[in-house]
């Protein structure tokens, strides 16, 4: 008897371990679908798998989550044949939404319609693998859902595809376009020669409501070329400190481009860089210091040349030798049209009305010859490359030759 006993106890705990085995592994399985981290934001619907996007998405744009396909135990069934392959892919969709717009992958990689997982015996009952979808949103604006499940590798292995995982979401209207204004504007729009830096302003607004634009890209252009990008703060201002330190004088053209980011329109904007000599004045003779017209009086001269001299330099207060001053002048009455100058020749050195350096003087000079014009006032100008926006230079003379 207790032999007996002993062997059917000993048969007793072997059915009971090998039910237990059958349990884990010889028993019905399905599919459960666990979505995490739906990108834009999304709430539970209220019946079993079902998600939906809390608000409407943009056009085009795109919804993204990770996907978790579980092989759990269930009741009832057929054995399950482990190993089985299961493929995944789109069930079914609402509202004419394209199938094709659901992908197994994260955006900018290799993105595929459909997944495939090999699930095997394991202790734990439980059989898992995740994979990231993408999936994008039609043009036209609407309701519209997915479903994802397990499409093939089932059949015949025991085991269902469970109720798979829905994902309902609306199409927003198209937003309409906004233009925009951008307008461009400088530190200092008139720097001086050799001046170290400056710096470029753009200023992204909305074209009917003024109100500023933030966050957008702008691109700079100097002289036709690009330098630099810039993003648009609260007050839809982007900066750019540029280096001007190798810039001649003269305009120089700066300008701004929006390219235009739905639903703001793209634009643009320019504005002109000065570049201009620091101007130290004309020197005598002509120029004729006078308590009363602080040192722009009017110089009286009898001859036949007026050496007419100037001085100008850089930002740091040095000499400039080569810049390309020229003279002109006119008289003081109405409707008297400004010409060129004539210098002495050929006893000077001196090129129609062009200017010559003096590196002795450290100064331009200029023999106006005035041998044919008629006594009386006049004003004299030097003119240079500095550009549109530089300040003109002017002196009176008063030309009073002896009658012979």
């Known amino acids: 008897m207790t032999k007996k006993g002993k062997s059917f106890l000993a048969v007793t705990v072997a059915l009971v371990l090998l039910g237990a085995f059958m349990v884990s592994f010889a028993s019905a399985h399905t599919i459960d679908?666990?979505?995490?981290d739906i990108q834009p934001q999304a709430i539970f619907s209220g019946q079993s798998g079902h998600f939906k996007l809390v608000d409407p998405i943009a056009p085009g744009g795109t919804i993204t989550f990770n996907l978790t396909l579980e092989l759990i135990l269930s009741q009832g069934g057929a054995t399950s044949a482990l190993p089985a392959t299961a493929v995944f892919g789109v069930k079914n969709t609402g509202g004419?939404?394209?199938?094709?717009?659901?992908?197994?992958?994260?955006?900018?990689?290799t993105l595929s319609d459909t997944v495939s997982h090999t699930y095997d015996k394991t202790s734990s009952q439980v059989a898992s693998f995740m994979t990231p979808v993408t999936a994008y949103a039609p043009t036209e604006p609407g309701s519209y859902h997915f479903k994802i499940q397990a499409i093939s590798g089932?059949?015949?292995?025991?085991?269902?595809?469970?109720?798979?995982?829905?994902?309902?979401?609306?199409?927003?209207?198209p937003e309409k376009p906004i233009e925009t204004v951008l307008t461009v504007?400088?530190?200092?729009?008139?720097?001086l020669y050799h001046a170290p830096a400056n710096t470029l302003f753009a200023t992204l607004t909305e074209k009917q409501s003024g109100n500023p634009v933030?966050?957008?890209?702008?691109?700079?252009?100097?002289?036709?070329?690009?330098?630099?990008?810039?993003t648009t703060d609260a007050?839809?201002?982007a900066a750019y400190d540029y280096n001007t330190s190798g810039l001649e004088v003269g305009d120089h053209t700066v300008a701004a481009n929006y390219q235009g980011v739905a639903p703001y329109v793209s634009s643009s904007g320019s504005a002109t860089q000065c570049v201009?000599?620091?101007?130290?004045?004309?020197?005598p003779p002509v120029l004729v210091q006078s308590s009363t017209t602080s040192g722009l009086g009017i110089g009286l001269f009898q001859g036949k040349v007026i050496p007419v001299k100037i001085k100008v330099a850089d930002y740091y207060g040095a000499a400039v030798t080569n810049a390309e001053a020229r003279v002109y002048f006119a008289q003081t009455v109405t409707g008297a049209a400004e010409v060129q100058a004539v210098a002495i020749q050929p006893t000077i050195a001196d090129s129609g009305n062009l200017m010559r350096y003096d590196a002795v003087a450290d100064q331009y000079i200029l023999n106006?010859?005035?041998?044919?014009?008629?006594?009386g006032d006049y004003n004299v100008r030097v003119g240079t490359t500095e550009g549109e926006c530089a300040v003109g230079h002017w002196n009176p003379v008063r030309i009073g030759k002896a009658s012979k």
């Open 235 to 237: 007050n839809g201002v």
């Open 33 to 36: 679908y666990i979505a995490t």
């Open 96 to 109: 004419g939404y394209d199938p094709s717009l659901v992908k197994f992958g994260t955006p900018n990689t």
């Open 276 to 283: 201009t000599y620091k101007w130290l004045g004309f020197q």
């Open 185 to 191: 504007t400088l530190g200092n729009s008139n720097i």
């Open 214 to 230: 933030e966050g957008e890209s702008i691109d700079f252009y100097f002289n036709g070329a690009k330098v630099a990008s810039a």
């Open 368 to 375: 106006w010859n005035i041998s044919g014009l008629p006594n």
């Open 154 to 173: 089932f059949q015949g292995k025991g085991f269902t595809p469970g109720d798979g995982i829905v994902i309902h979401f609306n199409v927003a209207e």
